[in-house]
């Protein structure tokens, strides 16, 4: 089984001055959850190279087992600051594709149209896609076949508006998440602040914040499995 994994290419926290990217915690749980499962894993970037990391991510209360391991990896560490270029990307060499989070894909994921069309072509040939936290923005400019938004009447989730508060930022991203998804016809819910909840409507998966990432995953490697 061959997954993509998909980082943000985007450092820039709005105009705060402050910097912001992927989310370690969110690339490296699903990355073992996947690895450990036997699958074959390729990164990738918009622009490739080293995604930028979000530094919020690397401080002391944000640090599982996970990301503990990841530290300590320097092979994978390595893959990671060599992630392919997006638009290099074939949806036909691989079976699924993952997005993980941070906020950086708020500005940069949600508009790329590389991005956009590679979801789309996934979708369309019946492989899971699957999203965690602020990933979902991703899917915000995502058309199905018929012309709708894909995520129209689809049960997903993501980071929440009370979420966003709490990391007072709701004046700094772009949009708030949890209103474009609602706003694209979605049917969002919601588990509590920062514990996992995930949510699977088809080939879609989608998990709400950081503590749902690993979830997240072995939700989309049992969808895996259950295609073989």
């Not at 980082?7 to 370690?24: I, M, N, P, R, Y």
């Not at 936290?133 to 989730?157: D, F, Q, R, S, Y």
């Not at 007072?168 to 694209?184: H, R």
Request: contains cysteine; aromatic residues 8%.
């Amino acid at each position: 089984m061959k997954v993509l994994m998909v980082l943000t290419s985007h450092s820039a926290l709005g105009d705060t001055g402050e910097k912001t990217g992927f989310w370690v915690e969110e690339f490296a749980a699903p990355y073992y959850v996947l690895a450990d499962g036997g699958v074959e894993i390729t990164i990738a970037s918009p622009k490739g190279g080293q995604p930028p990391v979000d530094p919020k991510s690397e401080l002391a209360d944000a640090q599982t087992p996970a990301t503990e391991r990841f530290y300590k990896d320097n092979v994978l560490i390595d893959k990671v600051a060599h992630s392919v270029k997006l638009s290099a990307i074939e949806q036909d060499d691989y079976d699924a594709v993952f997005y993980p989070g941070g906020h950086g894909p708020l500005w940069d994921l949600a508009t790329d149209k590389t991005s956009i069309e590679l979801i789309e072509s996934f979708y369309n040939h019946q492989k899971p896609i699957a999203f965690v936290c602020h990933a979902p923005a991703a899917l915000i400019n995502v058309k199905a076949v018929n012309g709708e938004p894909l995520v129209k009447g689809k049960h997903l989730t993501g980071f929440s508006n009370t979420e966003e508060e709490a990391v007072k930022l709701t004046k700094v991203v772009p949009f708030l998440l949890e209103d474009a998804l609602t706003k694209q016809g979605a049917h969002y819910s919601k588990g509590a602040d920062w514990a996992s909840y995930v949510k699977q409507d088809g080939l879609l998966i989608t998990g709400q914040n950081p503590g749902s990432s690993a979830e997240a995953a072995k939700l989309l490697l049992k969808t895996l499995e259950g295609k073989k």
